[in-house]
């Protein structure tokens, strides 16, 4: 429950009293007591952005010894202004305000509608075809998790009602390939903000590391990403409906197809189809061919897995997603569907629109940032691993690292907020008790999957509401038929993934019976009775 305005209050200045307390003592013995308030902060205001300040600011004034004006200039001193002028840091910015831009420039052309009607085509089972095309749709959008739970729900929905879809299953649909791809995109809104997270906390560990080899060492290993869209795909294809869900859809029935208020009509928005795939083509072209240009000095040709470790793990990476990030919104604009007021003009708003959307973010990684400085220097990491030290866990750390994330994600709302708690406490924890580089990057996919579990599940989580709103579902009905997917989903994660993985089994056995145990999960869960529970027929 977010706290009324004595109660934070009452918050602050317990919070102001206690960190004035502990600064009279040795950094080290409140070196947890930053992450413990940003926590705090967080539940009780629902705001990442509060929590991660007043962590920060809490351990700035415990180093300054109580100190408040001297805390305000160590954080910009020696966090803000020597950290946002690093080229990946400063990179990460640019970037992610610019892939903002480029997708609302994208929705309100209307490209992805018209994707979505191609695909869902005429004839056979209808229901199926709207609901694999709606996932299509969302696999497509990589680029940005809200947007992509936003335009999924705004655009499918008309088309959902019409086959007979249950919005919240749609609902499901469209959260599932909003965290969950873009937390693995090669290429996203979240990627800038992933290798921020990596870059930080390996340099507290006192590893210097390229954060895109860190992030594409981690990919196979992000199981609950990976999981959700097989258990989806399975939902999809095999109709597969536990708990709530199964009710829902048993009533479902083709209806005529709802008003989106505040939205233009499909004939107004629908752009062409080059509207939506040149520029997606574009943004990809020019991310993997800057990389494979600038990135090595190895010839272009021909293609080696050696060159595109090199490729990746380069230097050349800020400039390379900001470059393909620009080209891709200026292709969009130009191929924005001409209006009354002419094409630049109606996609310059949209710009503008999707650019300060991503201003929110950008002051999350920006506080992120300044928390794990802070932790840095109070040896946070360093006390944990201490604590730990005598218990034989390396091999379970992966797995209470997951654990810890889904409880903290699902428990705030912010896959971005646990990141940033997350980031510098597990990795130079991980690497203080020995843990080699296969470990570190297991830590690192576990923090992801931890985070996105909130974000899929959690009725406090802006992915959540955002889906809820544009499916037309209340938030308690999608939390409610959402949260069996994802419980089945961390469970897979867990067993057949950083449990075994935590003690040397590799992704490329671990992953393919994860997805064999998905597509079998239908035939061992009894199909839909009273209960609501299993498969509709």
């Known amino acids: 429950m977010i706290l009324s305005g004595s109660g934070r209050i009452l918050l602050i200045g317990s919070a102001v009293l206690l960190t004035w307390v502990l600064a009279g003592l040795r950094p080290a013995a409140a070196a947890l007591w930053p992450t413990l308030l940003a926590l705090g902060v967080i539940l009780a205001t629902r705001s990442a952005l509060s929590g991660l300040l007043a962590g920060a600011l809490a351990g700035a004034v415990i180093l300054e010894g109580g100190d408040p004006a001297g805390a305000v200039v160590l954080l910009a001193r020696d966090h803000f202004w020597s950290g946002l002028f690093s080229p990946w840091k400063s990179g990460a910015i640019v970037f992610t305000i610019l892939l903002g831009g480029f997708a609302a420039v994208l929705e309100a052309g209307g490209g992805p509608e018209r994707l979505l009607r191609q695909w869902a085509g005429d004839g056979g089972d209808r229901r199926r075809r709207v609901e694999t095309a709606a996932m299509g749709l969302g696999l497509v959008l990589f680029f940005d998790g809200l947007a992509n739970s936003m335009v999924v729900g705004r655009v499918a929905r008309p088309l959902a009602d019409l086959a007979g879809v249950a919005r919240v299953k749609l609902a499901y649909i469209a959260d599932s390939t909003s965290s969950a791809v873009a937390c693995v995109a090669l290429i996203s809104t979240w990627i800038a903000f992933q290798l921020g997270m990596i870059t930080e906390a390996f340099a507290l560990a006192g590893r210097q590391v390229n954060p895109y080899g860190v992030f594409l060492a981690s990919l196979p290993y992000n199981f609950y990403c990976w999981f959700t869209l097989v258990l989806l795909a399975v939902a999809v294809r095999r109709g597969f409906h536990p708990g709530p869900m199964g009710g829902h859809c048993r009533r479902a029935r083709p209806q005529a197809a709802a008003g989106r208020d505040g939205v233009a009509s499909a004939g107004e928005r629908e752009g062409g189809f080059a509207a939506a795939a040149v520029p997606l083509a574009v943004l990809l072209a020019a991310f993997f061919l800057g990389f494979l240009v600038l990135g090595s000095p190895l010839p272009l040709l021909p293609l080696s897995r050696d060159k595109l470790v090199a490729s990746f793990g380069s230097d050349a990476g800020p400039l390379v997603m900001m470059a393909a990030a620009a080209l891709a919104l200026a292709t969009a604009m130009v191929l924005f569907p001409e209006r009354r007021d002419g094409r630049l003009r109606p996609a310059g708003r949209a710009a503008a629109v999707g650019m ?151 992704a490329w056995v671990l992953l393919p019976l994860g997805v064999l145990a998905l597509v079998l999960l239908p035939g061992m869960i009894p199909p839909a009775g009273l209960s609501g529970r299993g498969r509709i027929p």
């Open 356 to 506: 300060r959307g991503m201003l929110g973010p950008v002051l999350i990684l920006l506080a992120a940032w300044l928390l794990g400085g802070v932790m840095g220097d109070l040896g946070t990491a360093d006390l944990l691993a201490r604590a730990a030290g005598g218990i034989p866990i390396l091999g379970l750390y992966p797995t209470a690292t997951f654990l810890v994330g889904a409880v903290v994600s699902f428990s705030t709302g912010t896959s971005w907020g646990t990141m940033g708690l997350l980031f510098p406490l597990t990795v130079p924890a991980a690497a203080a008790l020995g843990a080699d580089e296969h470990g570190l990057v297991l830590v690192v996919a576990a923090v992801f999957s931890g985070a996105v579990f909130g974000d899929h599940c959690s009725p406090f989580s802006d992915t959540t509401i955002v889906t809820s709103i544009s499916c037309g579902v209340t938030p308690h009905d999608h939390v409610r038929t959402q949260l069996p997917y994802a419980l089945l989903t961390a469970a897979a994660a867990i067993v057949l993934g950083f449990l075994p993985a935590g003690f040397g089994f590799p």
